[in-house]
């Protein structure tokens, strides 16, 4: 008899043992000719050597499994010590799955887009207006990369600008302060990856989430990088980011033109960006319009009625509707340019 110890990395046990040891007490089932104890993240083993290398194998297996969908039941442990597919493995163009196992994959035409332009550049800059996904589909890439090791890191960052308010003095540490502009990364993330393992990667710098001025000086190595609200960065705080990418790095920049929260007098850096480096090899501009809203049925119609007031403005020569909007020259038509990535 032999004993050996199996390390469930990368995953949490929790998901692996199930509610109450469910999981666990069925896969011991399977194994009867084993001694099988489990504490925290690590199975102790004790029996037959053969019997032995099909459960190291099998509990691999599942721990692959839990991995990728963030969820198993009784059904799939059993197809996957049968050898047989599961009903998650049948699913196709998901790019990762949520806690609760559900697929993750684009649900447009111009999102399917976005996710191509990624898998050919190395620098994305996706342009719509809200609820169209930007967030959610960056961060998915960004978390699907760093599951298959293709990076060691994902660093999340954008302008700390109120949104058409000031909130004044904020109290707290620094992270106290910067966490209200960052909260909507928050989101994303924990809907991606369960909590403690989130919490346990954010403590490892494994993700890390900074305002934009935290940004100078850094040099992103094998990392994702994502850049969101950058409709509200200056011509050189864009520039700043742009310049920090380094050896096996992908920027996804994201934003939408017709929420500029900037001063009066101040000209949007990515509008700049997106007017200089059009063309460039290895850099792509993917354009999402209202019909790539995810959200609620009413907001595709809220977007549609302002554009509508916006163009109407433009015609009529009206007050645009803020200040902001007016410095930038309202709802720029030329925003919408032509798709550019290289295939």
Do not use: W
């Amino acid at each position: 008899m032999i004993e050996k110890h199996i390390i469930l990395e990368d995953i949490d046990p929790v998901t692996f043992y199930g509610v109450n040891n469910m999981h666990f007490q069925m896969i011991k089932s399977l194994f009867p000719k084993l001694r099988i104890v489990a504490r925290d993240n690590v199975i102790r083993v004790l029996g037959d050597e053969e019997e032995m290398a099909a459960f190291e194998e099998n509990v691999e297996n599942i721990r692959r499994h839990v991995l990728k969908y963030n969820a198993i039941d009784d059904e799939d442990i059993l197809d996957i010590v049968k050898g047989k597919q599961t009903k998650a493995d049948s699913v196709k163009g998901a790019l990762i799955y949520n806690i609760s196992g559900k697929p993750i994959k684009s649900r447009s035409e111009h999102q399917q887009q976005l996710i191509d332009a990624y898998e050919a550049n190395d620098m994305v800059f996706a342009v719509g207006p809200a609820g169209t996904g930007k967030t959610y589909l960056s961060i998915a890439l960004a978390v699907k990369a760093l599951k298959d090791k293709v990076v060691r890191r994902i660093i999340l960052s954008r302008p700390a600008v109120e949104a058409g308010e000031k909130l004044g003095f904020l109290p707290g540490d620094m992270k106290d302060k910067i966490d209200p502009y960052l909260q909507p990364l928050y989101d994303a993330l924990e809907d991606m990856i369960p909590a403690v393992k989130l919490q346990d990667m954010m403590e490892k710098n494994v993700i890390q989430i900074a305002p934009l001025a935290f940004m100078r000086g850094r040099t992103l190595n094998d990392a994702v990088v994502i850049l969101e609200e950058a409709q509200n960065t200056t011509p050189a705080q864009i520039r700043m980011f742009l310049t920090r990418m380094c050896m096996n790095t992908k920027m996804i920049i994201n934003g939408d033109m017709t929420q500029i929260d900037l001063p009066r007098g101040q000209r949007s850096g990515l509008k700049e960006a997106i007017s200089i480096l059009g063309g460039i090899e290895g850099l792509a501009i993917i354009n999402l319009t209202q019909k790539d809203i995810v959200r609620h049925k009413l907001v595709t119609r809220i977007v549609h009625a302002y554009e509508e007031y916006d163009h109407k403005c433009v015609q009529q020569q009206l007050p645009p509707r803020s200040a902001a909007q007016a410095t930038d020259g309202g709802h720029d038509e030329t925003l919408y340019v032509q798709n550019n990535h290289k295939q």
